[in-house]
DNA sequence: GTATAACTTGAGTGATCACTCAAAAACAGC
DNA sequence: GCTGTTTTTGAGTGATCACTCAAGTTATAC
């Protein structure tokens, strides 16, 4: 039994994250994949299934340190806005560090590449996206208890302008453009989603 | 000379931007291209050169559009804000349209497909989103001598951040998710955007 | 030490990829 | 209606795609 099968299992998902984070889905080879895993196919396909099973495995994994990024975030903070602000402070820095395979956000990189005969990928995306709503929305009401937000304000509504923030940050910083502009975009950003926020923004 | 060549060269790259706005650039075999734009490869790269040059001049024509579509909104309201609220809103009844090919903008999903293999793409899409950026910087500038932005807003940096919104709201709409919720969330966007203006935000 | 089970290997599968080019077809000039 | 030029055609190119499987290797069981 050559393979240990948990420890080796998981240190090639981390691979396969880095690889389709950064190449994508359908522009990451077999081959490539081979040497990211210092795999060969037989053993990738015993292991995972199929590429797309390597994928949506990896997908998961990925989601999975995006939640653990969110609630950390939101632990260092007092208030849940503000939580989300340190959020967006801190992910400017993790996208942004020279090892990042992508600034930009790889299930939204997915949601932007599957077309419409990989449903069950698309579905999957979809999925994880609305978790996130779903769950943002969950902290904003708590905080909409509290009067930390304006009172007419609506969660679900905040929590879906929050994600589409994230989105545009991380798309924006895609471009070719200096880590200080990103660092200046999520303050403007910030300062933005003060609209919403009971006491005003500080910085 | 069966190819009237002004008329059909138009008509074919039309259906390019199509495909490849629905699909991708990776996304698209030859097959799909040849089918969409009913020519067999031989005319095809007679007239195009490669399926990278069609693709180029397909993200030219749909660059094109959308620059056609920023200034009609513009045009259409007495501020330069208020023209980009009215951008913001008519953008999401096009995208929103039932033969739309895709909801998220095509440059952006350009943006995140392009890998380091293929730095002139890449290029090629920098310079469309910096010039969107230069473009709607001088007309905030403008906007900005007329006291219609609060005295302490950097332009480009307003521009940036509507980019950022355009983005998100793009990539948002993607998602699984009613027509009427991306209007809501366009409209959150505008309040987020009052933050920036004199007067307050109108709805 | 031997048998059995678990797992890896890598050459090879047919399909599809972007692309080519000799031949056929459709035109213009006269 | 013939000639010369331009354009289209579509079978075919080698390369690469995701994937398979018989054979080999390494472990465990007793």
Known sequence: MPRIA???RDKALESAVNLFWERGYGGA???QIEQALDMRPGSIYATF???DGLFREALDVYAGRMSRSLAEAMATAP???GGVFNYLRSLTGEITAPDSPARACMVVKTLLEVT???QELRALVNERLQAVEDHLTGLLEQAH???E???DVDCRRL???IQAQIMGLRSLAQRDIAVEDIKILAEDIITALGAFTQDPVSH
Do not use: F, N, P, V
Request: aromatic share 4%.
């Open 149 to 151: 937000l304006k009172a």
């Open 116 to 118: 419409e005969d990989q």
């Open 49 to 51: 299934g199929s590429k």
């Open 29 to 31: 080879s077999m081959k």
């Open 6 to 8: 948990k420890y080796d």
């Open 145 to 147: 208890q509290r009067g």
């Open 159 to 161: 929590a879906r302008l």
């Open 79 to 81: 208030s849940t806005m």
